[in-house]
């Protein structure tokens, strides 16, 4: 088999630069919904707050992170473990069923680059062919003009995609703060805002496709996820073979429906030529299929000679079209994700424990009464005050907080002490399991366990 090199290498071992030229088609109008949803949701996120909380920020420098309104601390490390675990079966699963869907149509560096950066690339400078000829041609004025122009446009775009990123980690209200006050009070935040800017600017102004065919280890991931049952966009070959343009007075069923136009390796925004087969660099944005069909159009042949398919469904034929596997994986991800927002949902805004004091033992009252002593730690992981009360659910026992306090504010963490008390005369055992009531406001928020430990009434005769 040849050796393929990558496309954007030249013989050399020297980048070639891709002139991706403009696509339209029916694929491409649905990518241009989903990006631009994603990108509005993205843009608007972190402004949206739910009970004064943001919608989603990941504050690593104050370990608190918020998803959906929904506030967490170090305390719910299990969940973000879980969520950790569920997010790369489900990058697995989905690359084994449906191929490199998520990196054509949903991964920010795709959609910040063709429907952002190209966007404005093609405004200043004009389609493929015109930007190869401003690069290759002399330095005039008007080609100073046009770089200028774009790479300011740039600059200010990375500036902006910046400013979003740190707001995700450290609130809206701190950048507003960063960026209204005199920058010696935000001296730090001011520099990471200038070092994104630069990062960003750099990526999609020069670095480009690479960071999707070489920096991204999803891609590599690719090469080892995929089988000859995984459904991605690929070339018919044996309808397409033998390609080659059209030929008065050649009889049709003499080649095959590929005009070796190469209008799909021209749209390609990594520079592949689709028709080799499946590649590492391929990342599933359709534009080779909208472009193909627009010349199946032209030539009246069935569309979708690229298209979406498995290898075992070009060899085999329509037969394998339906594969359980897909049925099966799909569940599996609509399962794990459903665990996952199930945890979300039933996840407790109060968290604590709740231990005897060490070193201690039961202790005799002079009114009838035996009491252990414990010590109980409390986590606010809302964003509300929460009023609070604690009770026990057998009726024998009452509690008696020592220093107590009555009300837990957003994310405070309480240490206090307190006695579980219980008459002698109801004690049947030496150790008693317990469960004690953590409520507000008439509603249970969480259930702790422990132990009471005193010898029963009978061995005291």
């Given at each position: 088999m040849?050796?393929?090199?990558?496309?954007?290498?030249?013989?050399?071992?020297?980048?070639?630069?891709?002139?991706?030229?403009?696509?339209?088609?029916?694929?491409?109008?649905?990518?241009?919904?989903?990006?631009?949803?994603?990108?509005?949701?993205?843009?608007?996120?972190?402004?949206?707050?739910?009970?004064?909380?943001?919608?989603?920020?990941?504050?690593?420098?104050?370990?608190?992170?918020?998803?959906?309104?929904?506030?967490?601390?170090?305390?719910?490390?299990?969940?973000?473990?879980?969520?950790?675990l569920?997010?790369?079966?489900?990058?697995?699963?989905?690359?084994?069923?449906?191929?490199?869907?998520?990196?054509?149509?949903?991964?920010?560096?795709?959609?910040?680059?063709?429907?952002?950066?190209?966007?404005?690339?093609?405004?200043?400078?004009?389609?493929?062919?015109?930007?190869?000829?401003?690069?290759?041609?002399?330095?005039?004025?008007?080609?100073?003009?046009?770089?200028?122009?774009?790479?300011?446009?740039?600059?200010?775009?990375s500036?902006?995609?910046?400013?979003?990123?740190?707001s995700?980690?450290?609130?809206?209200?701190?950048?507003?703060?960063?960026?209204?006050?005199?920058?010696?009070?935000?001296?730090?935040?001011?520099?990471?805002?200038?070092?994104?800017?630069?990062?960003?600017?750099?990526?999609?102004?020069?670095?480009?496709?690479?960071?999707?065919?070489?920096?991204?280890?999803?891609?590599?991931?690719?090469?080892?996820?995929l089988?000859?049952?995984?459904?991605?966009?690929?070339?018919?070959?044996?309808?397409?073979?033998?390609?080659?343009?059209?030929?008065?007075g050649?009889?049709?069923?003499?080649?095959?429906?590929?005009?070796?136009?190469?209008?799909c390796?021209?749209?390609?925004?990594?520079?592949?030529?689709?028709?080799?087969?499946?590649?590492?660099?391929?990342?599933?944005?359709?534009?080779?299929?909208?472009?193909?069909?627009?010349?199946?159009?032209?030539?009246?042949?069935?569309?979708?000679l690229?298209?979406?398919?498995?290898?075992?469904?070009?060899?085999?034929?329509?037969?394998?079209?339906?594969?359980?596997?897909?049925?099966?994986y799909?569940?599996?991800?609509?399962?794990?994700?459903?665990?996952?927002?199930?945890?979300?949902?039933?996840?407790n805004?109060?968290?604590?424990?709740?231990?005897?004091?060490?070193?201690?033992?039961?202790?005799?009252?002079?009114?009838?009464?035996?009491?252990n002593?414990?010590?109980?730690?409390?986590?606010?992981?809302?964003?509300?005050?929460?009023?609070?009360?604690?009770?026990?659910?057998?009726?024998?026992?009452?509690?008696?907080?020592?220093?107590?306090?009555?009300?837990?504010?957003?994310?405070?963490?309480?240490?206090?002490?307190?006695?579980?008390?219980?008459?002698?005369?109801?004690?049947?055992?030496?150790?008693?399991?317990?469960?004690?009531?953590?409520?507000?406001?008439?509603?249970?928020?969480?259930?702790?366990?422990?132990?009471?430990?005193?010898?029963?009434?009978?061995?005291?005769?």
């Open positions: 040849k050796q393929m090199a990558l496309a954007t290498n030249t013989q050399k071992n020297k980048r070639r630069w891709i002139y991706a030229k403009k696509v339209t088609g029916r694929l491409f109008s649905y990518r241009q919904y989903v990006g631009y949803f994603l990108l509005t949701l993205l843009l608007l996120a972190p402004f949206l707050k739910i009970e004064g909380e943001p919608f989603l920020m990941f504050n690593i420098i104050e370990r608190k992170f918020c998803v959906f309104g929904a506030v967490f601390y170090p305390q719910d490390l299990h969940i973000f473990v879980f969520g950790m569920i997010a790369m079966v489900c990058i697995v699963l989905f690359t084994v069923v449906y191929g490199r869907v998520w990196c054509g149509w949903a991964c920010p560096q795709t959609i910040f680059m063709e429907l952002v950066f190209r966007r404005v690339e093609y405004w200043i400078e004009g389609d493929a062919n015109e930007q190869r000829r401003l690069n290759e041609g002399d330095w005039t004025k008007e080609k100073l003009m046009k770089k200028i122009s774009k790479h300011t446009m740039f600059f200010l775009i500036f902006v995609i910046a400013n979003l990123l740190l995700y980690i450290i609130g809206i209200d701190m950048l507003f703060s960063i960026i209204t006050e005199p920058v010696q009070n935000h001296l730090v935040g001011f520099i990471f805002i200038m070092l994104f800017t630069l990062v960003f600017y750099a990526v999609f102004s020069f670095v480009r496709e690479i960071v999707c065919t070489t920096i991204c280890p999803y891609g590599r991931l690719q090469g080892v996820l089988d000859e049952q995984s459904i991605s966009v690929v070339y018919n070959y044996k309808r397409g073979e033998p390609r080659g343009p059209i030929r008065k050649q009889e049709a069923d003499l080649r095959g429906d590929c005009v070796d136009c190469h209008l390796v021209h749209v390609c925004p990594t520079g592949i030529d689709i028709r080799n087969g499946i590649q590492m660099e391929c990342v599933n944005c359709t534009a080779c299929i909208d472009v193909c069909n627009g010349v199946m159009e032209k030539i009246h042949r069935p569309k979708n690229i298209g979406f398919y498995s290898q075992n469904e070009i060899e085999f034929g329509s037969a394998q079209k339906k594969n359980k596997r897909a049925v099966a799909s569940a599996v991800l609509v399962v794990l994700i459903g665990v996952f927002l199930s945890l979300l949902i039933t996840r805004v109060v968290d604590g424990t709740l231990l005897r004091a060490s070193g201690t033992s039961y202790i005799f009252r002079d009114d009838g009464t035996v009491t002593l414990y010590n109980m730690e409390l986590t606010n992981k809302s964003s509300k005050d929460i009023p609070f009360d604690l009770s026990c659910v057998d009726k024998h026992f009452s509690v008696q907080v020592l220093q107590a306090k009555k009300v837990l504010v957003p994310g405070e963490t309480v240490r206090f002490s307190l006695f579980l008390i219980r008459p002698k005369k109801s004690i049947n055992v030496y150790k008693t399991d317990v469960v004690v009531n953590i409520s507000s406001e008439g509603k249970i928020l969480k259930k702790m366990r422990t132990n009471f430990v005193a010898p029963p009434a009978a061995s005291r005769k």
